[in-house]
């Protein structure tokens, strides 16, 4: 599997976790789950962002 394509799965995996702990959080009144959830579906958007470019660029 290319780069660009792995690093396109990962970030769209750890969207989908991120998604997860964050409603886990919400449902249980728990403020760092739903943050560290939050952060966890920032990060894997920007990686989602990085194999886009590295796509583009042929990497």
Do not use: C, R, Y
Not at 1 to 9: I, L, V
Not at 23 to 35: I, M, Q, V
Not at 41 to 57: D, H
């Amino acid at each position: 599997m290319k780069s660009s394509a792995k690093d396109q799965a990962e970030g769209t995996f750890h969207q989908l976790k991120g998604a997860i702990k964050e409603t886990a959080g919400k449902l249980n009144d728990n403020p760092k789950l739903e943050a560290e959830g939050t952060g966890e579906k920032i990060a894997g958007k920007v990686q989602e962002k990085i194999g886009q470019v590295k796509k583009v660029f042929g990497k």
